[in-house]
T-cell receptor, first 109, second 112 residues
Framework: GQNIDQPTEMTATEGAIVQINCTYQ??????LFWYQQHAGEAPTFLSY??LDGLEEKGRFSSFLSRSKGYSYLLLKELQMKDSASYLC??????????WGAGTKLIIKP | TAGITQAPTSQILAAGRSMTLRCTQD?????MYWYRQDLGLGLRLIHY???????GKGEVPDGYSVSRANTDDFPLTLASAVPSQTSVYFC???????????FGNGTRLTVT
């Protein structure tokens, strides 16, 4: 079956670094997406990985290991505005996204 | 500003009534999607359309119907609402293939 797993909730301190992990199992694979969703708002696109390795985009980086079915989102220099849910989604062979339930990230001062 | 617009923002609907959730995009995206989001669950795909004139069923299509008469519009209809359809509904669009999804602001629907 198709499945995405990510932690339900994480807590981190302002200015620190946090890594949000995601494991996936999908029928075929056309890439791994990360989205950010603030409470009461729509998800917004953060990153896309289809090849193994690390993609860096400012304070945010995303890593993919296809052989392990594993990805992580790394957030550096955390700011209070980074408090949000982070959604991991794997794209299957039909270009359909399979979504994780999201990781709620709480940032403390 | 280009984007994707959903209406209404929120609605309270009596069980058994019908309703159409509207979705319009002006980005000329080929693919459009309807998702529902419930607490503790990932986004679940209701219906999708890869291009104007075609539609497909997602993970949870029962009780919902869609149409795609043109590129811009993708309405979602609940023929006879039930309380389990209480949810937040997101419309999204993408250019095609492995392109990022752009989401509307959502419709919060409560069926009583």
């Amino acid at each position: 079956g198709q499945n995405i797993d990510q932690p339900t909730e994480m807590t981190a301190t302002e200015g620190a670094i946090v890594q949000i992990n995601c494991t996936y199992q999908t029928s075929g694979f056309n890439g791994l997406f990360w989205y950010q969703q603030h409470a009461g708002e729509a998800p917004t696109f953060l990153s896309y990985n289809v090849l193994d390795g690390l993609e860096e985009k400012g304070r945010f980086s995303s890593f993919l290991s296809r052989s392990k079915g594993y990805s992580y989102l790394l957030l550096k220099e955390l700011q209070m505005k980074d408090s949000a849910s982070y959604l991991c989604a794997s794209m299957d062979s039909n270009y359909q996204l399979i979504w994780g339930a999201g990781t709620k990230l709480i940032i403390k001062p | 500003t280009a984007g994707i617009t959903q209406a209404p923002t929120s609605q309270i609907l009596a069980a058994g009534r019908s309703m159409t959730l509207r979705c319009t995009q002006d980005m000329r995206h080929n693919a459009m999607y309807w998702y529902r989001q419930d607490l503790g669950l990932g986004l679940r795909l209701i219906h999708y359309s890869n291009t104007a004139g075609t539609t497909g069923k997602g993970e949870v299509p029962d009780g919902y119907s869609v149409s795609r008469a043109n590129t811009d519009d993708f309405p979602l209809t609940l023929a006879s609402a039930v309380p389990s359809q209480t949810s937040v509904y997101f419309c999204a669009s993408s250019l095609d293939g492995p392109s990022p999804l752009h989401f509307g602001n959502g419709t919060r629907l409560t069926v009583t």
